[in-house]
């Protein structure tokens, strides 16, 4: 839908176990970003990457990992070290430059217990 | 960086009637300025942006205002429908370091009143 694809929707997972949330778009953008969303709080980046093999770090990076080995792909990695995964994360993509919109996958909500 | 403030956060209006959500923004140098729709459980939406080099842009019953003295830009929708019903972000881009990259207002809850 749009163009990019985040699966799975829905990830439960145990505390202390790292977890992969996949992204995918077909938009041909050379942008890429990661986006943790909860109740009140807006949208707070996490990564983002502007060309393969190159990606920085967000306003919340701790405890997150990515690459971006190809231009369709940008996956992120929540790992343990992450104090509250418990959270709903949107990818989006944009062309390169200033004055780009986002396109937004579905997101995925992540539950850890 | 960039700091995007959004008010009001709760919205309430009945239908027919208008809304309007306003932002600020802290970066001068900020030239655009989307707003999007996030409806219960799915992906935020481009619904509306404006450039800088103008001060109001249309979409049938939405518009979008600038004032880049003041650093605010503001959301209007008429005429309101029930499906308008959704959480509005507005957003400023930051431009640090070579990088580009938007900055999200916390966004505001707008509930249409049949």
């Known amino acids: 839908d749009g163009g990019i694809t985040q699966s799975p929707k829905y990830l439960f997972r145990k505390e202390g176990q790292n977890v992969t949330l996949s992204c995918e778009q077909n938009?041909?953008?050379?942008?890429m970003y990661w986006y943790r969303q909860d109740p009140g709080q807006g949208l707070r980046l996490i990564y983002y990457?502007?060309?393969?093999?190159?990606?920085q770090k967000g306003d919340i990076a701790e405890g997150y990992s990515v690459s971006r080995e190809k231009k369709e792909s940008f996956p992120l990695t929540v790992t343990s070290a992450q104090k509250n995964p418990t959270a709903f994360y949107l990818c989006?993509?944009?062309?390169?430059?200033?004055?780009?919109?986002?396109?937004f996958g579905n997101g995925t909500r992540l539950t850890v217990t | 960086g960039e700091n995007v403030e959004q008010h009001p956060s709760t919205l309430s209006v009945q239908e027919g009637d208008s809304a309007v959500i306003k932002c600020t923004y802290s970066?001068?140098?900020?030239?655009?300025f989307p707003w999007y729709k996030q409806e219960l459980g799915k992906r935020p939406q481009l619904i509306i942006d404006?450039?800088?080099?103008?001060g109001e842009k249309k979409d049938q019953r939405i518009a979008v205002t600038l004032n880049k003295t003041a650093k605010h830009f503001s959301l209007h929708i008429t005429e309101t429908q029930p499906e308008d019903s959704a959480v509005y972000f507005c957003?400023?881009?930051?431009?640090?370091?070579?990088?580009?990259?938007?900055?999200f207002g916390k966004g505001t809850k707008l509930s249409v009143i049949p």
């Open positions: 989006a993509s944009s062309m390169t430059g200033n004055n780009s919109p986002l396109h």
């Open positions: 938009l041909n953008h050379d942008a």
């Open positions: 990457s502007q060309i393969v093999n190159d990606f």
């Open positions: 970066d001068s140098a900020s030239n655009y």
């Open positions: 404006i450039r800088s080099n103008v």
């Open positions: 957003a400023g881009p930051y431009s640090g370091a070579g990088s580009y990259q938007l900055t």
